[in-house]
């Protein structure tokens, strides 16, 4: 059997991550997930992304709103398991409010999460994958990191930031063997979408399926969320072999929203 590859995806306790985690684990490789749960809270989401799978995932607890954890966080990784082969940069938090309302306590909290968590794993994982000659980086992004909606300034920001980022890594690395790719997510079904829903059906006192069609994927022409699996299945494709020429680019799993 192929060595397996040392991949950590952070924030991978829920939704995209857990899926990206979950699906790395399968094929058969060794995952480091990461959230700000306890090891116990965190019980459930490993149990998930570990079902019946070679290596059980390891877990490594930090709160990438903190520069000094995230740094942390890759050199724990790369103690432990000697390398980080594929990293994942998911982690990501959202605050719909007008920009003067976002307190700057939470601008600098959603670029701490998104972007800075991002720039510390990376430049901590690159000197390994560079003597290895080989290393996979996946930005989760999103739509917002190629449009803008009102009332997302941070969020909107910091993702065109991510994808800023992406871009200048991948021509930094370009010669040795390492891609650097941003995945650029619509509307994604996970808890705290589903959670959004069920609030939003309440009060706007439609159904469930209306408030998705009429409120939520109003930007996303398919009229359907995108699935975790499916962002999870293009994570996995970035890191194989055949992928290696694709460098320094958005990948969008939009329903067709960024076509407008
Ligand atoms: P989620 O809330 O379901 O999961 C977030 C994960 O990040 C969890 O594992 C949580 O523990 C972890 N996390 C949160 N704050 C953290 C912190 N301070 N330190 C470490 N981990 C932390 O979110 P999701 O919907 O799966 O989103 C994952 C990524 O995908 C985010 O970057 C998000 O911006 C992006 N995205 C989501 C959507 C969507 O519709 N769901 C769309 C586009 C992009």
């Not at 990376?122 to 980086?137: N, Q, Y």
Request: glycine share 10%.
């Amino acid at each position: 059997a192929p060595e397996p590859k040392i991949v950590l995806v952070t924030g991978s306790t829920s939704g995209i991550g857990l899926a990206i985690a979950r699906r790395y684990a399968q094929a058969g490789h060794v995952v480091a997930v990461n959230g700000i749960e306890t090891p116990d809270g965190a019980g459930a989401a490993l149990a998930e992304i570990g079902a019946g799978a070679q290596y059980a995932p390891a877990y490594f607890p930090a709160d990438l709103a903190d520069g000094d954890q995230s740094a942390a966080l890759a050199r724990s990784v790369i103690q432990r398991f000697g390398r980080i082969d594929v990293l994942v940069n998911n982690a990501g938090i959202q605050k719909v409010a007008a920009i003067e309302d976002i307190a700057p306590a939470d601008f600098a909290r959603i670029v701490s999460v998104s972007l800075d968590s991002a720039y510390h794993t990376i430049r901590l994982a690159l000197p390994g994958m560079k003597a290895r000659g080989w290393g996979r980086i996946v930005n989760v992004a999103s739509a917002h990191g190629l449009r803008a909606s009102p009332f997302k300034a941070a969020y909107v920001a910091t993702k065109h930031a991510v994808v800023g980022l992406t871009k200048s890594v991948a021509l930094e690395v370009a010669e040795h063997g390492i891609t650097c790719n941003a995945i650029c997510p619509g509307y994604v079904w996970t808890p705290l979408v589903a959670a959004q829903v069920a609030d939003q059906a309440r009060v706007h006192g439609m159904s469930e399926d209306e408030v998705i069609r009429t409120v939520m994927l109003a930007p996303q022409p398919t009229r359907r969320f995108v699935q975790t699996e499916e962002i999870a299945e293009m994570a996995f494709y970035l890191a194989g072999d055949p992928a290696r020429s694709i460098t320094g680019t958005t990948i969008s799993i939009d329903g067709g929203w960024t076509a407008k």
